[in-house]
């Protein structure tokens, strides 16, 4: 899939570079992202498909996924592989079908759908109302009935958030670059999870995060009351500086 981010909607002007990437046999979907607001994100008001279809399709240990341009998907399959497998293996499950995750930024549905089927529940939310359309079409698609999807900002989120759900026993939350809002880690540290997973893009708000719900926040009497288990990079990004970070915690 090829993506094109510009400011209006000029597909003249874009004719030229379509018919020329689709000449490469790998190239199965262009769309265009048209974003008039200034800043770097690829996310657009409008979408237009100006080549194949609107999707993409990955494999991913044993489940099939439908991705579109708007979507969060690990863009390096055969490591995203590796990271979801060691996401599984902290989550520690009881092999029982008894437990509920909660998955925080959920994107795709990727990291809470490879657990669903050793679970009783999986609930996910995600801001991006694309992706939770994907997320619960690829519930469809893999035949799993024990998921639900939810469109919602975790750094809008009320004393409310989640109050209609079961308690979690294991939580995963995998933020972007800027981590967690302090208000999702106060509901973190209430909600007191046997076990909360944190997969970060950025060691350094990592680092912060786990600090917060490791020992609090002093000057606003927020205590921590988790410990750190493990931590297990993982080399998302080959030939560059940049890593995913599996972070284990446990309730103290």
Known sequence: MVNFVTSSDNPECLRPL???ITTIPEV???VNNVNTSIGNTSVGEKEYTLYGKSTITEILRGLTFQISANSFFQTNTRQADVLYKLIEDCAFLKGDGSEIVLDLFCGTGTIGL?????????YGFEV??????DACQNATLNFIN???FVEGDLNKIDSTFASNLPKPDIVITDPNRPGMHIKLIKFLLRLRASRIIYVSCNPATC???LNYLCYGVPEQ???GRYRLSSLQPVDMFPHTPHIECVCSLVLR
């Open 18 to 20: 379509v018919e020329k």
């Open 28 to 30: 199965v979907s262009i």
């Open 114 to 122: 490879t657990l669903a089927k050793r679970v009783k529940h999986v």
């Open 128 to 133: 991006v109302a694309q992706a939770v359309s």
């Open 146 to 148: 024990n998921a639900t």
């Open 207 to 209: 680092a912060r995060d």
């Open 221 to 223: 009497n927020i205590e």
